[in-house]
């Protein structure tokens, strides 16, 4: 889709921070893009898909497993307190193609934005604080071979 900045991501046509990290059958894994930290995975269909009931048997029979072991490297990433699973699905108000967030939550955000769970997300985006580019790439390479050896 020509307006998705998911699906530009995926095709080249936005720079990706990170570059992509691991490529499963019908799902990718990125470094988030926006204001939610180091070692924020993005887990989203490798197709443009605008919600979880539109899902083929193979993609929904293959995410279950894929955010645990993003979760699983998230906490090797990052020293969290708990790492969030959120699914967000809309751009602008409108249904956008399904990602879900991977976002490993430290003490020192919580101290800092002085919320968690939804409100800290919202903290972090109203603050849009990006993580610095060299240490994504540092990360997100981290992440590879997290998931080359799972």
């Known amino acids: ?5 998911a699906c530009a991501l995926t095709e080249g046509r936005l720079p990706l921070p990170g570059g992509r990290i691991h490529t499963a059958r019908h799902w990718l ?13 993005i887990v989203k269909p ?20 894929l955010l645990r072991r993003a979760s699983a490297v ?15 699905s809309h751009a602008g108000g409108v249904p ?3 990602h879900y967030v991977v976002q490993p939550v430290t003490a020192a955000q919580m ?6 769970g939804p409100g800290l997300q919202m903290a ?3 603050g849009q604080a990006l993580p610095d580019a060299a240490e994504v790439d540092r990360v997100a390479e981290q992440a590879r071979a997290a998931f080359a050896g799972s």
């Open 124 to 126: 972090m985006f109203a």
């Open 111 to 116: 101290a800092e934005f002085g919320t968690h």
């Open 46 to 65: 490798a197709r443009h898909v605008t919600s979880v009931a539109a899902l083929t048997d193979d993609e929904a029979a293959e995410l279950g497993p």
């Open 1 to 5: 889709m020509e307006d998705c900045i």
């Open 96 to 98: 956008g193609h399904i």
């Open 74 to 88: 998230a906490e090797q990433l990052v020293t969290a307190e708990q790492v969030y699973n959120c699914l967000w």
């Open 29 to 41: 894994v990125e470094h988030c893009v926006g204001p939610l930290g180091l070692g924020a995975l």
